[in-house]
């Protein structure tokens, strides 16, 4: 059974990074692609950044030039690192993966970006 992680979520003042990792269970060469989005209080979850197999990457143009989605397949792991962060950035981020149609979620992990 697939199985997504995510970690690294936390609270970060205004301007400040993280990074948030997301482990699969099985190799990560068996999706199509992995994407990370996001949900904050009260609003709908939203796509933020997407990687394929060949590494091509797109992001939502709230996070461009910001934010870096990777892949380790090694590690079987997705990251999004996250710069210059801003209050707005406040969510709950989950990393989304897709295997033949379907798709799979992590549980997700809580960003809070406040001074």
């Known amino acids: 059974q697939v199985q997504l992680m995510e970690s690294g979520g936390g609270v970060v003042q205004p301007g400040g990074s993280l990074r948030l990792s997301c482990t699969a269970s099985i190799d990560v060469r068996s999706f199509s692609t992995m994407t990370w989005y996001r949900q904050a209080p009260g609003e709908a979850r939203e796509w933020v950044a997407v990687i394929t197999p060949g590494r091509n990457t797109n992001y939502a143009g709230s996070v461009k030039g910001r934010f870096t989605i990777s892949r380790d397949n090694a590690e079987n792991t997705l990251y999004l690192q996250m710069n210059n962060l801003k209050p707005e950035d406040t969510a709950v981020y989950y990393c989304?993966?897709?295997?033949?149609?379907?798709?799979?979620w992590g549980s997700g992990t809580l960003v809070t970006v406040s001074s």
């Open positions: 989304n993966a897709v295997q033949t149609g379907v798709h799979y």
